[in-house]
C-alpha cells in the first residue's frame, strides 16, 4: 500500500483526491485513515464527519493514529470520488496520508487504496512560522486559491499532479 505525501516545512496544505467507478451500491463501506498531519476526508464532495484536526496528537515516532469511517451512505453506483484534505501540522517533515476505501461491492471486495493514481495540488491553507513548542505559529488562508468542488467527480479546474509514494508513517499503528 502506497503513501501519498503531501506540504513540507512551510509549505501549503495539499488537496489529495482519487476517482473510481463502482458498479453497484456498496453493502459494506469503510475508509481507514491513517495521516501524520491533520486531515479532513470527504466523499463526492460531503465532508465525512465533523472531525477537526483529526487524527488525536500523538507522538509520531511512537504511534501512528489512524481512524474508520462508514463512508457507505456516501458512495453511488457510476462515478464517486474520495478527497483528503492534508496538512502537515506538528509534522516537522511534512504531512504523510494513506487511506484506504475498503468497500464490499456485489460480493466482492474492492479496494481503492493510495497510490500514484491518486492527484493533488497546493490548497487555499498553509501554515505560518515554526509549529513548535511555545511558538505555534498560525495559518492564512488563500481563497482566491479556492476550487469549487476539488472534492467532487469530473474536477478539471487547477493544476493537478500525481502523489509522490513515500514511506509509511514511523510508528505503532492503532486505531
Known amino acids: 500500500m502506497g503513501q501519498a505525501r503531501g506540504g513540507v516545512e512551510n509549505s501549503p ?6 476517482e473510481f467507478n463502482l458498479t453497484a451500491i456498496p453493502a459494506r463501506a469503510l475508509a481507514y ?6 486531515y479532513e476526508l470527504y466523499v463526492n464532495g460531503k465532508k465525512v464527519s465533523d472531525d477537526v484536526l483529526a487524527p488525536a496528537v500523538s507522538q509520531a515516532k511512537k504511534r501512528s493514529l489512524y481512524t474508520t469511517y462508514d463512508i457507505g451512505k456516501l458512495l453511488r453506483t457510476g462515478p464517486n470520488c474520495v478527497g483528503l484534505w492534508l ?3 506538528w509534522a516537522k517533515d511534512g504531512a504523510v496520508g494513506r487511506i484506504e476505501p475498503d468497500l ?23 501554515l505560518r ?3 513548535e513548542w511555545n511558538n505555534m505559529g498560525g495559518e492564512t488562508i488563500d481563497a482566491r486559491k479556492d476550487i469549487a468542488g476539488w472534492n467532487e ?10 502523489v509522490v509514494e513515500v514511506a509509511a508513517p ?3 499503528v492503532t486505531a
Open 129 to 131: 512560522g515554526p509549529w
Open 87 to 89: 496538512d502537515r501540522g
Open 13 to 18: 496544505a495539499v488537496w489529495l483526491r482519487k
Open 104 to 126: 464490499s461491492v456485489a460480493g466482492q471486495r474492492v479496494v481503492v487504496g493510495t497510490d500514484r493514481a491518486w492527484t493533488s495540488m497546493t490548497s487555499t491553507h498553509a
Open 153 to 162: 467527480v469530473g474536477c478539471t479546474t487547477g493544476d493537478w499532479l500525481p
Open 170 to 172: 514511523e510508528g505503532v
Open 33 to 38: 485513515v491513517n495521516v501524520k498531519g491533520y
